[in-house]
């Protein structure tokens, strides 16, 4: 076999692993700058950076640390970031629509006003997350842990919530009308006042949960039954 070839081989081989290395530069840039748009920062220790109003916006955040990171009012659309860790992140009104954020950990962080319109966080760990008007609506939160989090007053309008762990979670005042919420755990959690017309609660464990003055409106049930029109705190 020819010397060319060989060497050819080699860089073959190492592609994949410079494709998934960050670069330390990106993250000097943007530290300095507060921005770095699509950077490759795979796997980046971002751990207690104050990054208030960074646009991120495409960056690669795959298994990136940044536990106790702020994010206050940054620009984080279609970032990527799949079994990263923001644990204790400051994401309060960040933007976060179209992110691609299956399994990462967003446990504990405050995220009040934040937006994750169509964000993928399949299999992703929101517990005890302050996510307190928050717009979540058409987000894949299939699997997502979401024990006690808080999500008063939050859009969740289509959002799908199959399978998800809701335990005692705060749901006053949210708006779910259409989301689906099948074979999701509910248990204990507070659902007072909150919209949830049109939604899909087919074998979701509802025990000790409080339906007081939610709109049931043609959602349904736990049992497939088809609530009537008027509907409130109970299917009727």
Aim: charged share 20%; proline share 1%.
């Amino acid at each position: 076999m020819s010397t060319k070839r060989l060497l050819l081989i080699a860089l073959l081989g190492l592609m994949p692993l410079a494709a998934m290395a960050f670069y330390p530069e990106q993250v000097t840039r943007l530290v300095n700058t507060k921005a770095c748009p699509d950077c490759n920062l795979v796997d980046a220790n971002l751990e207690s950076l104050s990054l208030e109003g960074a646009n991120l916006q495409g960056a690669k955040l795959n298994g990136a640390k940044a536990d106790w990171i702020v994010l206050t009012g940054a620009d984080l659309r279609n970032v990527r970031a799949e079994e990263a860790s923001f644990r204790w992140a400051r994401l309060g009104s960040a933007d976060l629509s179209g992110a691609r954020l299956i399994g990462a950990d967003f446990n504990l962080i405050q995220g009040g006003q934040s937006f994750w319109k169509g964000a993928n966080l399949q299999g992703a760990d929101l517990s005890f997350a302050d996510l307190s008007e928050a717009d979540l609506s058409g987000a894949e939160l299939y699997f997502a842990k979401m024990v006690g989090v808080n999500l008063h007053a939050a859009r969740l309008i289509r959002a799908n919530l199959e399978n998800a762990f809701l335990g005692q979670a705060n749901l006053t005042g949210a708006y779910m009308a259409g989301a689906k919420l099948g074979k999701a755990s509910l248990e204990d959690s507070i659902l007072k006042h909150a919209d949830l017309q049109g939604a899909d609660l087919t074998g979701a464990k509802v025990k000790g949960a409080t339906f007081e003055g939610a709109k049931l409106g043609e959602a349904t049930w736990i049992d497939g039954r088809v609530c009537a029109r008027d509907s409130v705190g109970e299917c009727n």
